[in-house]
C-alpha cells in the first residue's frame, strides 16, 4: 500500500508562482517514477508531468512546459512541483500519482495510487 499526500496548493494570482509538494509512503520510494495529473471544474483529468526514480528526464504536457518543474527528493520520500507564472486556465485540483510499474507515464490508467489532491486556483 502507497500512501501519498499532496499540500503546497492555494488561492493566487495569475504570475504567481507555488510549490506543490508529494509525501509518499508505503513502498521503496526510490525505486519508482512518479506522476502529477490536474482536473478542472467540468474537465477530464489530465496529465502534467512525470518524472523517473532518480530524478533524470521529466516529461512535461505540452500545456505547461517552461513554467512547471518537477523534481524529487528520495531522501525525503516527497517530490515537487514547481509552477510558475500561474495562468487562470492552471485551475485545477493537482493530484500526485505513482505507477503501478517503476517507470514513468504520460497515461492515467497505469498509475495505481493516488493522492487526495490539493485545490490550486488562479484568479486574473
Known sequence: QVQLVESGGGLVQAGDSLRLSCAASGRTF?????GWFR????????????????GGSPVYADSVKGRF??????????VYLQINTLKPEDTAVYYCA?????????????????GQGTQVTVSS
Open 39 to 54: 482536473q478542472a471544474p467540468g474537465k477530464e483529468r489530465e496529465f502534467v508531468a512525470c518524472i523517473s526514480w532518480n
Open 30 to 34: 526510490s525505486s519508482y517514477a512518479m
Open 69 to 78: 518543474t518537477l523534481s524529487r527528493d528520495n531522501a525525503k520520500n516527497t
Open 98 to 114: 505513482a505507477p503501478r510499474g517503476r517507470m514513468p507515464t504520460i497515461w492515467a490508467s497505469e498509475y495505481r495510487y493516488w
